[in-house]
């Protein structure tokens, strides 16, 4: 009897655990049987955790154990979507597939009703702030423009209003924390740079490392640079980085990778130079950020590209000091990445664009199976040089290159200069078109 008890205490505990850990239940009105994608949401970057399957009423379950506190981004494949912030408790919601957000209604988890006492009013009022914004950049004087001026006032007054009530509905939470970072930033850029980081700090700490699992600190970064022109973006990176360096290194580190990969973007290679030169020693060793500085810095376009030797997967040494060709597109792919299915297909089929501009091109696969890479060489007809150590991220050239992503190219002339290092495949091609009449 004893044990029996014992059991059934034991079935009762991990019951009450598993319920401790927050599960979502949902209903989306107008959507049956559809799916759904949960994606923990990282500033832009959205990473799919699961892929759920709506009932024929249009309700879903989600499971939040084993979860780290923050926002998650659930898409429908109409691909609107709605944000849900996660901190241990239930959640219980309804809400219409034709406007998820503003239909939204939050019955059970006080920080989503927080939440959404700011983003269900003022979905609409976004909408409006961003037509009349664009309008009143272009329209002449007159009455019109005054009207449109007006009227652009009256929904950010109704944004700010709705924000403020929100974050005031209960200090502390996660959720009033996180809608700190959407008030508008009242500060004049032109003052000394102390004055401005003072402002900050009083308003804008950007210390709590759970706002990570989101895109506060992201949409905080975007706001503050707007208030410059572009050619002022590198000087307003370095005051956020300066605020930043002293205090929280995770948040130091997540900022400092989202404006690399801003530049990067932007194709500003001088300011991913700069900014991994001062603040490079500055970030956490976690993860591949410094293998991005690395990149920046010591692989930049100018620099001398590693030399290496390797075998292709028809048994032909290849070393890159030895190439024949005027230029080698150094190209760093695997068989599992999405972008590179796309690209290197691509890339197969210009190869007369490559020839003509003296460009040779040695594929170094991050695959560890062989056989994978032959299968996909074949199957896709590549016809230019294919190689991999088989060593995935451990490899020498890998390493040797900085790689933290794929596809990475790298154009290297005779000399081993870097002389492009192009991100998308259409980077690549007016790089090499370049090279034609150059």
């Not at 759920?52 to 879903?60: D, P, R």
Request: aromatic share 12%; with cysteine.
């Amino acid at each position: 009897m004893k044990k029996t008890f014992f059991i059934s205490l034991i079935f009762m505990l991990l019951a009450q655990l598993l319920m401790s850990q927050g599960v979502l239940n949902g209903k989306i009105v107008g959507y049956s049987f559809g799916r759904l994608y949960v994606c923990e949401q990282f500033g832009d970057e959205s990473k799919v955790v699961a892929t759920l399957t709506t009932s024929a009423n249009g309700e879903f379950m989600f499971n939040f154990a084993g979860k780290e506190v923050g926002l998650y981004r659930i898409h429908a494949d109409n691909k609107d979507y709605f944000d849900v912030i996660y901190n241990g408790e239930d959640i219980r919601l309804e809400t219409n597939i034709h406007n998820m957000k503003s239909s939204m209604k939050i019955i059970e988890s006080v920080e989503n009703q927080q939440l959404y006492a700011y983003v269900a009013p003022t979905e609409l009022s976004e909408y409006k702030i961003g037509i009349l914004g664009e309008l009143v950049k272009i329209y002449p004087d007159g009455k019109f423009l005054t009207a449109a001026e007006k009227e652009l006032a009256k929904e950010r007054g109704i944004k700010s209003d709705c924000l403020a009530k929100a974050i005031r509905m209960k200090n502390g939470t996660f959720a009033s924390r996180y809608l700190s970072y959407f008030r508008e930033i009242n500060m004049n850029i032109s003052e000394p740079v102390d004055r401005k980081m003072a402002y900050l700090a009083r308003n804008f700490p950007m210390d709590d490392p759970d706002l990570i699992n989101s895109n506060a600190y992201h949409h905080f970064v975007v706001s503050y640079l707007k208030k410059y022109e572009p050619s002022e973006y590198l000087n307003a990176a370095h005051e956020i980085l300066d605020y930043l360096k002293t205090g929280n290194q995770e948040v130091f580190s997540c900022i400092f990778d989202y404006m690399l990969t801003g530049f990067e973007v932007m194709e500003r290679y001088d300011y991913l130079y700069e900014l991994s030169t001062v603040y490079g020693n500055s970030c956490s060793a976690e993860g591949n950020l410094k293998t991005r500085v690395k990149s920046y810095t010591d692989l930049r376009i100018g620099a001398k590209a590693p030399d290496f030797e390797i075998e292709t997967i028809e048994g032909e040494d290849v070393v890159l000091s030895q190439m024949k060709s005027k230029y080698t597109l150094v190209l760093f792919w695997a068989t599992w990445c999405e972008n590179c299915k796309e690209e290197i297909p691509r890339i197969n089929e210009a190869i007369s664009l490559f020839k003509r501009a003296d460009v040779d091109i040695v594929a170094i696969s991050i695959d560890e199976d062989e056989s994978e890479i032959k299968k996909y060489v074949k199957d896709n007809g590549i016809s230019f040089k294919v190689a991999s150590d088989l060593l995935g991220w451990e490899g020498r050239v890998v390493t040797d290159y900085a790689v933290y992503a794929t596809p990475s190219m790298f154009i290297v002339d005779r000399n081993m200069n870097i002389v492009a290092k192009p991100i998308t495949g259409e980077q690549l091609f007016n790089a090499v078109e370049s090279l034609i009449n150059f």
